[in-house]
Every structure is written in C-alpha cells, then in structure tokens.
C-alpha cells in the first residue's frame, strides 16, 4: 500500500507559483517529508525536507499542516526547466532505516 | 552538499553476461545505500536495501541469485545482475545517506542505463 498519494499530472506556465501536494494520512511520529525533482534519464535530486509547519530555501517552500497528513511543494515563479517529476517521500527520520519507498510522483509540465 | 556517482552511466551487452554497477558516496560515509530500479514513465522501484559489512535486504519479488548486492566498505555498494536477459533491461538508480550527519536526505546517482541484447 503506498504511503503517499499525489496528482499524477498538472500543467502550468511560465512564471506561475506550482502547488503540489501529497497525501501521507499514515505518517509516523518520526517521519519527516522530502520531496524530490527528477528529470529523463537521471537520479532524482533533493529539493526540500521538512517536518512541521514551513520550510523555505532558495528553491521552494514546503507548507506541512499541523496533523502533517498532507504537505505542500510550492514552486515560485516556474520556468520551462521545472518540467519534471516530482516525488514526495516520506521516512527518512533520524536514525531509522526508514520505508524509501516511492510513490507515483506528480508530472509537472510548464509551457510557454 | 553530498555526492553519490554511479558508474557506469550506460552499457550494452549481449544475453547470457553478468555486467556490475558501482555506486559510490564521495564525501561521505554511507552505511545504508539502496537500489531502484525504473522503467520508463514508471516511477523508482525499491529492489534492495545494502548494509555495510552485512547482508543486503531484498524488496519481495526482487530475485537476490539475480540482482547481487556487496556493500565491502562504508563508500561503495555493488550491484550485480547475473546472466542478465532483455527483461533487466532498465534504469538502475543508487542512492545513500549520510547516517553520521543526524537526518539528512537521500542522495542519489545519476543513473545506469542497462541495456541487454
């Protein structure tokens, strides 16, 4: 049983704000949300981890709720080269072999 | 920030070979590495979990006679797939974590694109 579930697929255009969320109604104490960016043909590439409430770095903000069931990717003004897939994960907590497990991802196309 | 190369990025072999895919954390130390496997518009397939020093784990289904696994040193994990036929044809991804760093993320490979003939 998978442990997220996201959009398959949205569309957007250049210089837009993308939200993408993912659902992680079984989320435990310890895990934390990472999400992740990959393009054809290579290994997907950290954008950002969180744990509660916000984080922001140079690329993207993450909005997690305070029941942290759901978490939100939110891409600021997008270009074309943030077509990808996006993957949302959750695990990973400090210490733990946790499930790396990946769930379908959401494909992200911006067009002109 | 931490870096994981795989190598090598693409090979083509005939049926019948047995080809060995390297996956290195450069400036880390990873006692954990795992290994995906990806056809194409599918997502990353966990197939295996490699301990440092121990036996890998295997996801069910994953043949572990056919996918071999060495994790010898707390940079390098190997994956080996055996006799390899035209159905492993796919995209092999590695990735490890820095466990003497607190909670970090996975890093990730870029790829190996396995081909067999």
């Known amino acids: 049983l998978a442990k997220t579930t996201q959009p398959i697929s949205m569309d957007s255009y250049e210089g837009q704000e993308v939200n993408i969320t993912c659902s992680h109604n079984?989320?435990?104490?310890?895990?934390?949300i990472t999400w992740y960016q990959q393009f054809p043909s290579q290994g997907p590439r950290f954008i950002i981890q969180g744990y509660k409430t916000k984080v922001t770095n140079e690329v993207a903000s993450l909005f997690i709720p305070a029941d942290r069931k759901s978490s939100t990717l939110s891409l600021p003004r997008v270009s074309l080269s943030d077509t990808a897939v996006y993957y949302c994960?959750?695990?990973?907590?400090?210490?733990?072999?946790?499930?790396?497990?990946f769930g379908a991802g959401t494909r992200l196309t911006v067009k002109p | 920030g931490a870096v994981v190369s795989q190598h090598p990025s693409w090979v083509i072999c005939k049926s019948g070979t047995s080809v060995k895919i390297e996956c290195r954390s450069l400036?880390?130390?990873?006692?954990?590495m795992f290994w995906y496997r990806q056809f194409p518009k599918q997502s990353l397939m966990l197939m295996a979990t490699?301990?440092?020093?121990?036996?890998?784990t295997y996801e069910q289904g994953v043949e572990k006679d056919k996918f071999l696994i060495n994790h010898a040193s707390l940079t390098l994990s190997t994956l080996t797939v055996t006799s390899a036929h035209p159905e492993d044809s796919s995209f092999y991804i590695c990735s490890a974590r820095d466990w003497g760093s607190g909670n970090q993320p996975q890093h990730f490979g870029d790829g190996t694109r396995l081909s067999i003939l």
């Open positions: 490699s301990n440092e020093g121990s036996k890998a």
């Open positions: 400036d880390f130390q990873a006692t954990t």
């Open positions: 994960l959750v695990g990973e907590g400090s210490g733990n072999n946790n499930d790396m497990r």
């Open positions: 079984n989320i435990a104490t310890n895990d934390y």
